[in-house]
């Protein structure tokens, strides 16, 4: 089951949402994350750390078993 973030405003950057979800301490572990291909949006692989994530998306970071879902 899907952690819920709620976001306030049109979208927040994949890099951003990792930190706020508490799923990084830092920019720089976030990026790495997401530039090894652990991230999927959406169930695709996902290496652009300033995409655009948006209300109904769902990210799921392998090897941390977690996964967001924004609201």
């Known amino acids: ?3 819920k973030i709620e976001i306030i405003g049109e979208f927040i950057k994949l890099d951003s949402l990792l930190k706020f979800a508490g799923v990084t301490r830092t920019g720089g572990t976030a990026k790495g994350i997401i530039q090894q291909g652990s991230v ?6 996902c290496t652009q750390r300033g995409k ?3 209300r109904g998306d769902v990210v799921k970071i392998d090897g941390l078993n977690t996964e967001l879902e924004v609201v």
Do not use: F, H
């Open 1 to 3: 089951m899907a952690e």
């Open 40 to 45: 999927k949006v959406n169930g695709e692989v």
């Open 52 to 54: 655009k994530i948006r």
